[in-house]
Structure formats: structure tokens, C-alpha cells
């Protein structure tokens, strides 16, 4: 009599255990999805850095742990928001004791956001922005160099909001000077924590090469 391997159920043909979906094979068939292969990658980093076993987890432990929902979701979640640098951010959220289940609420993100940009250097924090301008301009037919006079005020809350663009770029730019005046209220109060006038231009004085050093590229890439 065919037998599931997964749940032990018993079958009287083969074609009904074939067609048969218990929980636990339906994770396995499922474990070539996008959510599925994230969502075990973040599973056996938390162990990593929760426990003291070197022993490294396997699917099976996957499948069978009673946060394996979580995972999944929360995989789906970083595919969907592409997090910059998607690794620091997974670890932000388990070394911080973030609750597993507030790990894909939107105040996480801003607060890692908040904390990642004051900790990147100016160098990669310039890089990613031009790669990102650079698409941005791509998509819209038009130089990266028009963001800030061509982007709609909605449009750059959202990317500034999300981090796409870097307040070392939004306080070094001369073009980006067109943009302020540009927001209204509530799209201010959507990025204020992100810009955060007092602490970047405190930091920015501070660093006086740094500050050279993308104002010059900057100017030199029509910015």
C-alpha cells in the first residue's frame, strides 16, 4: 500500500498519492521558489548568530521548524523590497532582537535605513546612488544627470524614503537644489527622518575630503 514519506499517510493507489499534498510535501515541492530559497538562507543565518552549534541546518530542518511560514514570508518580503545591501540588513534584524514577525513591517526597514546610512561609507553610498540614477534613467528615457529636475516630487520622496538615493548625494548636489522646494508636507514628512538636516550636514562638515571628493564627482557627472 503507497505510503506519503512525508506525513505516513496510507494510500490505496499510487495516482492519489501522487496527487496527494500533505503540509510538508507541499514545502518541498515549493522549494525552488524565489520566497522559499530566501527564506532558507535568512533560516540558517539566524541560527548562525543565535546559537553556538556549528552544526549548519538543513532544508529538512527547514521544513519541519514551526517558523518556517515566517521564513518564507519574510523571504517573499526582501525580494519584493530589494533592501539595500539585503545581508546587513538580515543581520540587523536578528541582532537587534526584532521580533520574526515584525521583521517585513515598514517602521524595520526605516530604522536599519536610518542606521545603515550613517554607518556606509561615502564612497559606496555615491556609487550606489549613480548605479540606481543610472537605471532610473534608463527606464525613463532621459539622462540620470535630469533626476532631480525631471522626477516627480512623489517619485523622489519614495526613492529617498526607501534609500535609493544617499544624503550624501541630496546635500552635495548642486541640481538637487530644485527639488526641495518642490516637496510638498507630507511628502517632507516622508523622508525627514532619512535626511535628517541636523545630523548629515553636521557629518558632511566633518568630513572635508569626503565632502571633496563627491562634490567633484558629482559636478563632473552633470549632477
Request: aromatic letters at 14%; charged letters at 30%.
Amino acid at each position: 500500500m503507497p505510503v506519503c514519506k512525508y506525513c505516513s499517510k496510507d494510500f490505496r493507489k499510487e495516482s492519489t498519492l501522487s496527487s496527494h499534498m500533505c503540509p510538508k510535501k507541499r514545502r518541498v515541492t515549493d522549494k525552488d521558489s524565489v520566497g522559499s530559497r530566501m527564506g532558507f538562507r535568512v533560516f540558517q543565518r539566524f541560527y548562525e548568530l543565535t546559537t553556538n552549534s556549528k552544526k549548519v541546518k538543513t532544508f529538512d530542518d527547514f521544513i519541519d521548524s514551526k517558523y518556517y511560514i515566517a521564513f518564507v514570508k519574510f523571504g517573499r518580503h526582501l525580494v519584493e523590497l530589494d533592501p539595500i545591501n539585503c545581508n546587513d540588513f538580515v543581520d540587523f534584524v536578528i541582532k537587534n532582537g526584532v521580533k520574526l514577525n515584525d521583521w517585513s513591517k515598514d517602521y524595520v526597514y526605516e530604522t536599519y535605513l536610518e542606521d545603515y546610512m550613517r554607518r556606509e561609507p561615502p564612497d559606496r553610498a555615491l556609487e550606489r546612488t549613480i548605479i540606481f540614477l543610472n537605471k532610473w534613467g534608463t527606464d525613463n528615457d532621459c539622462a540620470y544627470s535630469d533626476f532631480f529636475r525631471l522626477a516627480t516630487p512623489s517619485e523622489a520622496a519614495y526613492f529617498i524614503k526607501t534609500g535609493k538615493v544617499s544624503p550624501w548625494v541630496l546635500y552635495l548636489s548642486a541640481s538637487a537644489d530644485t527639488m526641495w522646494d518642490k516637496f510638498n508636507d507630507e511628502q517632507y514628512a516622508m523622508i525627514e527622518t532619512i535626511i535628517n538636516p541636523g545630523v548629515w550636514k553636521a557629518r558632511i562638515m566633518k568630513n572635508a575630503e569626503d565632502k571633496e571628493f563627491i562634490a567633484g564627482a558629482l559636478e563632473a557627472a552633470g549632477l
